[in-house]
C-alpha cells in the first residue's frame, strides 16, 4: 500500500469450464466500481497492481473471472464479495518554527515542532543564516521521533549583535517517492538578533566625544587589545541607519598610534550592529557592487592612525567607519593630505582629540542628495546608497598642569564640499578652514563638550591653522605610549 497505489489479491476455485480471464474491478464507492484492471494469467491465486489512486482514499474492490459454460456455451463472469482498502496519506508534516531562546551576544536556542506526520521521521533540525547571508548552515538531532512533538537546537559561535533568521524541517519517509524527504515550514522564517558585545558609551570624560543627543541609531565603541594597546580605547562612532554611514567618528591620537606594523585589516562587517544595517561592502567595494569606479571605501578613523596595533587597525575596516569618498582627486589628494596633516602634529603634542564624519545636508539645508545604485547581479545593501555632501574634521589640543586638569585648549575645524579638487588645491586654503563653532551650527553636533566651560567657547572660535600648529602651550609627549588621555 501507498499513498498512489495498492496491489489486489483474488483467489478462485471449483471451476468447471475454462477461465479465460482473472482480475479486478474497482472503485470508490462499493455500488459503483467502473475502474477494471486485468491481472496476468488465469491461475490462482492471482494479483494486480493498481496506480494512480488518490492518497489518504477508500476504495472498494472485488475480484473477478471469467469461466466458459458449457451448458449455455457463453463466457461468463463470477465475483467475489467486495472488500476495501485505504490509501496512505502523502508525507505530510506540518512544520512550525517557534521563536528562538536563550539569545547571548554568540549563541541561541533555536525552537519549532511538527505534527500530522504520516511517514517514519527520520531527523529534525533548523537552518539559519544572518539575515545578510545568501548561504544557509545547518544544525540537525539526527533523531527519530513519532508522528508530532516539538524540538529545539542550541547553536553557538554567532556574531554578537547581528540578526540571524532560521526554519525548522523534519526529514519524514515518503511512500509516494520511496525516500526521505525534508519538510519545512512554509511560513516566513522567524529572526533573532544576538546580544551585543560593546560596553555602553558614555560621553564624560573623553574629551574627543560629542554630546549625544538622544536621537541617535546606534552609538558604539572599540577598545584596542594586546601588549601595546592595553586597554586603551581606539575610536567611538555614531551610526545612522539611514544614511548607512557613521555622522561622526571620535578618537584620540598620540604619535605611538601612528608607527607599527599593525595595519593591511580585512573588511568586515562591524559585530556590534545587524549585518542588513550595513553596507555590503566587506568582500567588494563601491565600484563593483555599485557601478561606480570613482569611489572609494574611505575610512572615517584612518588605518594609518592606528598602525601600532592589530586589532585596532582592523577595526578601522569595519563597514561602519566607511564613507563612499570620490577617490582620485579627493579621498586620495586633499583629504588623504590633510589627514597626513593631522598625524604630524602628534611629533609635538600629547594627544590631538579628533572628530570627523560626513554631512548630507546643513542643519535646515535643502541641498539635494545623490545616490549609488546597486549594479544587477550584486547584492548590494541597500540598492540606492546615499552620497555625502560634504565631509568635516575638528581637531582639539589641550594644555595639563601636573595633576593632569585642563587650563588651556586650542581647536580647529575643516569642511569640504564632497567634489573633485584640482591638484593644486589645499586643505589648508582658507575656504576649508572654519571654528568649531561654525561646524556645530552646520551639523548640529555640540563638539568638545567635555571642555571646562570657561574654556569651550573661546577654543571654538578659532580659525587658524598656522595658530593651532604652533600652540606653545601643549605638552610634549607623556613617558606612556598613548599619551595623557
Given at each position: 500500500?501507498?499513498?498512489?497505489?495498492?496491489?489486489?489479491?483474488g483467489?478462485?476455485?471449483?471451476?468447471?469450464?475454462t477461465?479465460?480471464?482473472?482480475?479486478?474491478?474497482?472503485?470508490?464507492?462499493?455500488?459503483?466500481?467502473?475502474?477494471?484492471?486485468?491481472?496476468?494469467?488465469?491461475?490462482?491465486?492471482?494479483t494486480?497492481?493498481?496506480?494512480?489512486?488518490?492518497?489518504?482514499?477508500?476504495?472498494?474492490?472485488k475480484?473477478?473471472?471469467?469461466?466458459?459454460?458449457?451448458?449455455?456455451?457463453?463466457?461468463?463472469?463470477?465475483?467475489?464479495?467486495?472488500?476495501?482498502?485505504?490509501?496512505?496519506?502523502?508525507?505530510?508534516?506540518?512544520?512550525?518554527?517557534?521563536?528562538?531562546?536563550?539569545?547571548?551576544?554568540?549563541?541561541?536556542?533555536?525552537?519549532?515542532?511538527?505534527?500530522?506526520?504520516t511517514?517514519?521521521?527520520?531527523?529534525?533540525?533548523f537552518?539559519?543564516?544572518?539575515?545578510?547571508?545568501n548561504?544557509?548552515?545547518?544544525?540537525?538531532?539526527?533523531?527519530?521521533?513519532?508522528?508530532?512533538?516539538?524540538?529545539?537546537?542550541?547553536?553557538?559561535s554567532?556574531?554578537?549583535?547581528t540578526?540571524?533568521?532560521?526554519?525548522?524541517?523534519?526529514?519524514?519517509?515518503?511512500?509516494?517517492?520511496?525516500?526521505?524527504?525534508?519538510?519545512?515550514?512554509t511560513g516566513?522564517?522567524?529572526?533573532?538578533?544576538?546580544?551585543?558585545?560593546?560596553?555602553?558609551?558614555?560621553?564624560?570624560?573623553?574629551?574627543?566625544?560629542?554630546?549625544?543627543?538622544?536621537?541617535?541609531?546606534?552609538?558604539?565603541?572599540?577598545?584596542?587589545?594586546?601588549?601595546?594597546?592595553?586597554?586603551?580605547?581606539?575610536?567611538?562612532?555614531?551610526?545612522?541607519?539611514?544614511?548607512?554611514?557613521?555622522?561622526?567618528?571620535a578618537?584620540?591620537?598620540?604619535?605611538?598610534?601612528?608607527?607599527?606594523?599593525?595595519?593591511?585589516?580585512?573588511?568586515?562587517?562591524?559585530?556590534n550592529?545587524?549585518?542588513?544595517?550595513?553596507?555590503?561592502?566587506?568582500?567588494?567595494?563601491?565600484?563593483?557592487?555599485?557601478?561606480?569606479?570613482?569611489?572609494?571605501?574611505?575610512?572615517?578613523?584612518?588605518?594609518?592612525?592606528?598602525?601600532?596595533?592589530?586589532?585596532?587597525?582592523?577595526?578601522?575596516?569595519?563597514?561602519t567607519?566607511?564613507?563612499?569618498?570620490?577617490?582620485?582627486?579627493?579621498?586620495?589628494?586633499?583629504?588623504?593630505?590633510?589627514?597626513?596633516?593631522?598625524?604630524?602634529?602628534?611629533?609635538?603634542?600629547?594627544?590631538?582629540?579628533?572628530?570627523?564624519?560626513?554631512?548630507?545636508?546643513?542643519?535646515n539645508?535643502?541641498?539635494?542628495?545623490?545616490y549609488?545604485?546597486?549594479?544587477s547581479?550584486?547584492?548590494?545593501?541597500?540598492?540606492?546608497?546615499?552620497?555625502?555632501?560634504?565631509?568635516?574634521?575638528?581637531?582639539?589640543?589641550?594644555?595639563?598642569?601636573?595633576?593632569?586638569?585642563?587650563?588651556?585648549?586650542?581647536?580647529?575645524?575643516?569642511?569640504?564640499?564632497?567634489?573633485?579638487?584640482?591638484?593644486t588645491?589645499?586643505?589648508?586654503?582658507?575656504?576649508?578652514?572654519?571654528?568649531?563653532?561654525?561646524?556645530?551650527?552646520?551639523?548640529?553636533?555640540?563638539?568638545?563638550h567635555?571642555?571646562?566651560?570657561d574654556?569651550?567657547?573661546?577654543?571654538?572660535?578659532?580659525?587658524?591653522?598656522?595658530?593651532f600648529?604652533?600652540?606653545?602651550?601643549?605638552?610634549?609627549?607623556?613617558?606612556?605610549?598613548?599619551?595623557?588621555?
Amino acid at each position: 500500500m501507498s499513498s498512489g497505489g495498492a496491489t489486489l489479491q483474488g483467489s478462485f476455485s471449483g471451476e468447471t469450464g475454462t477461465i479465460s480471464e482473472v482480475g479486478f474491478v474497482y472503485g470508490l464507492y462499493s455500488t459503483n466500481l467502473n475502474n477494471t484492471a486485468v491481472a496476468s494469467g488465469t491461475s490462482s491465486p492471482f494479483t494486480k497492481a493498481i496506480s494512480g489512486l488518490n492518497s489518504n482514499t477508500t476504495y472498494y474492490y472485488k475480484a473477478y473471472v471469467k469461466e466458459y459454460n458449457q451448458s449455455t456455451s457463453s463466457v461468463e463472469t463470477r465475483y467475489g464479495d467486495v472488500a476495501n482498502f485505504t490509501t496512505k496519506a502523502v508525507a505530510t508534516a506540518t512544520v512550525t518554527t517557534s521563536e528562538a531562546t536563550n539569545i547571548t551576544s554568540a549563541s541561541a536556542k533555536l525552537n519549532g515542532s511538527f505534527s500530522g506526520a504520516t511517514g517514519e521521521i527520520y531527523d529534525r533540525g533548523f537552518k539559519y543564516k544572518r539575515t545578510i547571508d545568501n548561504t544557509w548552515s545547518t544544525v540537525g538531532l539526527n533523531s527519530t521521533t513519532g508522528t508530532s512533538g516539538s524540538f529545539s537546537a542550541t547553536i553557538s559561535s554567532l556574531h554578537p549583535n547581528t540578526e540571524y533568521m532560521f526554519l525548522a524541517y523534519v526529514t519524514e519517509w515518503n511512500e509516494n517517492s520511496g525516500q526521505y524527504e525534508d519538510r519545512w515550514d512554509t511560513g516566513n522564517a522567524l529572526t533573532f538578533t544576538t546580544s551585543g558585545s560593546s560596553a555602553p558609551v558614555t560621553t564624560t570624560g573623553w574629551l574627543e566625544l560629542p554630546a549625544l543627543t538622544g536621537s541617535e541609531n546606534f552609538v558604539g565603541k572599540f577598545y584596542g587589545s594586546g601588549s601595546t594597546a592595553g586597554t586603551n580605547r581606539n575610536y567611538s562612532y555614531n551610526y545612522s541607519y539611514t544614511y548607512y554611514a557613521s555622522m561622526w567618528v571620535a578618537y584620540p591620537l598620540t604619535a605611538a598610534h601612528t608607527t607599527g606594523n599593525g595595519g593591511d585589516g580585512n573588511w568586515d562587517y562591524n559585530p556590534n550592529i545587524p549585518t542588513n544595517r550595513q553596507v555590503s561592502i566587506t568582500s567588494k567595494s563601491y565600484p563593483t557592487i555599485y557601478g561606480a569606479s570613482a569611489y572609494s571605501r574611505g575610512h572615517q578613523c584612518p588605518n594609518a592612525s592606528r598602525l601600532s596595533n592589530e586589532q585596532m587597525n582592523d577595526q578601522t575596516y569595519y563597514a561602519t567607519n566607511q564613507t563612499p569618498q570620490l577617490q582620485n582627486k579627493f579621498n586620495a589628494s586633499v583629504w588623504s593630505a590633510l589627514e597626513g596633516a593631522v598625524r604630524n602634529l602628534t611629533s609635538s603634542a600629547d594627544t590631538v582629540y579628533v572628530v570627523t564624519g560626513p554631512a548630507y545636508r546643513k542643519v535646515n539645508g535643502s541641498e539635494t542628495i545623490n545616490y549609488l545604485t546597486g549594479a544587477s547581479g550584486q547584492n548590494a545593501n541597500p540598492s540606492s546608497l546615499p552620497i555625502p555632501n560634504y565631509y568635516w574634521k575638528a581637531l582639539l589640543k589641550v594644555e595639563r598642569n601636573s595633576a593632569g586638569a585642563i587650563i588651556g585648549a586650542n581647536s580647529i575645524a575643516f569642511w569640504f564640499d564632497h567634489r573633485e579638487y584640482a591638484s593644486t588645491e589645499r586643505y589648508y586654503d582658507s575656504e576649508h578652514i572654519i571654528s568649531v563653532n561654525k561646524l556645530e551650527e552646520w551639523t548640529g553636533f555640540d563638539l568638545f563638550h567635555n571642555l571646562p566651560d570657561d574654556l569651550e567657547e573661546t577654543v571654538e572660535s578659532n580659525t587658524s591653522w598656522s595658530g593651532f600648529q604652533s600652540s606653545s602651550n601643549i605638552n610634549s609627549v607623556k613617558g606612556n605610549n598613548w599619551g595623557s588621555f
